[in-house]
């Protein structure tokens, strides 16, 4: 299970919406063998958080996936734990482990178990710094970063 881990301490919400690109992630059978993953996110007046992840099957040139979710935010006191779900009411951790609080242009996402992480960017490539730095900061949390699959982006 690892250690505790912490979620950042504030989320703009706002700020936060819109167009990521997965870096990389954790293998997982809903979104096995796809390339330039994006996840855009959209806040609904109602405070929800309408989820779309894209995608395409074996390469970028592949066939088109998408999964229609939706995300909500259970406690305003812990902004960082949200919840995310696919699969009518079943609703997985969502966590921001870390998130460039400057400028919201790249953030790590776990879980409580050691199942799922992703490494977000705004753009479909990250420098090899900040890369760098969210791996060792995911090690440090506990997670087998081994497991990290480099996901192709285009540009």
Request: a positive charge; charged letters at 25%.
């Amino acid at each position: 299970m690892g250690q505790t881990r912490e979620t950042v301490k504030s989320v703009d919400l706002q700020r936060y919406m819109g167009v990521w690109y997965e870096i990389a992630r954790f293998p997982h059978s809903f979104e096995k063998n796809l390339v330039g993953v994006t996840a855009t996110y959209k806040l609904k007046e109602n405070g929800r958080i309408e989820v779309l992840n894209q995608g395409y099957l074996d390469s970028l040139n592949g066939k088109p996936k998408t999964a229609k979710g939706k995300g909500k935010l259970p406690d305003k006191s812990v902004p960082g734990k949200l919840k995310v779900s696919f699969f009518l009411c079943f609703y997985a951790d969502y966590n921001i482990l870390v998130l460039d609080e400057k400028d919201y242009s790249y953030a790590l996402i776990g879980s409580k178990s050691d199942n799922f992480l992703w490494i977000l960017c705004r753009t479909p490539k990250m420098s090899d710094e900040i890369y760098n730095m969210l791996v060792s900061k995911a090690k440090e949390l506990g997670y087998p970063i081994e497991k990290l699959y480099k996901v192709p982006q285009a540009g």
